[in-house]
């Protein structure tokens, strides 16, 4: 198990975001929107309380989201029975490791990565995403959002290895460990999906000296 319990203090002492993020919306809308939306199936690798779990399914998508923490998984099931009734019919949640998934291979027309596998080093981010990529369906799609190398609290706190801290300082001190990727090294962990679409958003904070940016990606299996 390399899920870090850590999570399961945070998701027990503080509220956790509960709207989805921007551009999964707009990989959403844009990508499946014009579709049979219930014949959509959605893996949400570290789901966390289900923020974006809560718009795939008032949007009338099927999903699996996994999560390592039993209580974000309690805590995602509980709102979904109480502001989306019907959800179970189209969609499932799991208390698992993103490591060492039990999932049927081709089975997911899109995997999602919204800041779930930056908490894993770079060898198993690697696996995890091979491990999408069969999980996909041919045509299917992969959207990940991870922190980039440039990302305040990096280099903080203990080393683990390069680019990968428990970090003292920053959004991610004490959420565990975090991994800080650089563009080069998208194209090795996204391998297997070929061509890549990459954006990235920076946000700064404290008078811009403490900058949040993100890698936005997506792939396709070909
Ligand atoms: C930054 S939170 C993101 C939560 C959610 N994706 C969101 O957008 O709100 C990271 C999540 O990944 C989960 N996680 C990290 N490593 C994991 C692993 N190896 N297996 C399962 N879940 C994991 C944590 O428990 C946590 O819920």
Redesign the pocket.
């Known amino acids: 198990?390399?899920?870090?319990p850590t999570?399961?203090t945070?998701?027990s002492q503080q509220a956790?975001?509960k709207y989805?993020?921007e551009p999964?919306i707009r990989f959403v809308a844009r990508n499946y929107y014009q579709t049979e939306r219930s014949q959509i199936r959605f893996l949400?690798?570290?789901?966390?309380?289900?923020?974006?779990l809560w718009f795939l399914a008032r949007e009338g998508f099927g999903f699996v989201g996994?999560?390592?923490?039993p209580t974000?998984i309690r805590q995602a099931g509980e709102r979904l029975d109480l502001e989306c009734p019907g959800w179970r019919e189209r969609g499932q949640l799991l208390v698992?490791?993103?490591?060492m998934l039990d999932l049927p291979t081709e089975s997911f027309d899109a995997v999602?990565?919204?800041?779930?596998?930056?908490?894993?080093p770079f060898d198993?981010a690697l696996s995890?995403y091979r491990q999408a990529w069969q999980l996909l369906k041919p045509g299917g799609r992969i959207f990940a959002?991870t922190f980039s190398a440039e990302t305040w609290g990096m280099g903080s706190g203990q080393r683990l290895e390069d680019d990968y801290y428990i970090c003292s300082d920053g959004p991610l001190a004490h959420?565990?460990a975090s991994r800080f990727t650089r563009r080069e090294q998208l194209d090795t962990l996204f391998q297997p999906f070929g061509q890549l679409q990459v954006e990235k958003t920076t946000v700064s904070y404290g008078g811009g000296e403490q900058v949040v940016a993100e890698w936005l990606i997506e792939g396709v299996k070909a």
């Open positions: 198990m390399q899920w870090n999570w399961e945070v998701f956790w975001g989805p993020a999964l949400e690798l570290g789901c966390g309380p289900g923020a974006n996994v999560d390592g923490s974000a698992a490791d993103v490591t999602i990565d919204n800041e779930c596998v930056y908490c894993m198993s995890i959002r959420k565990g």
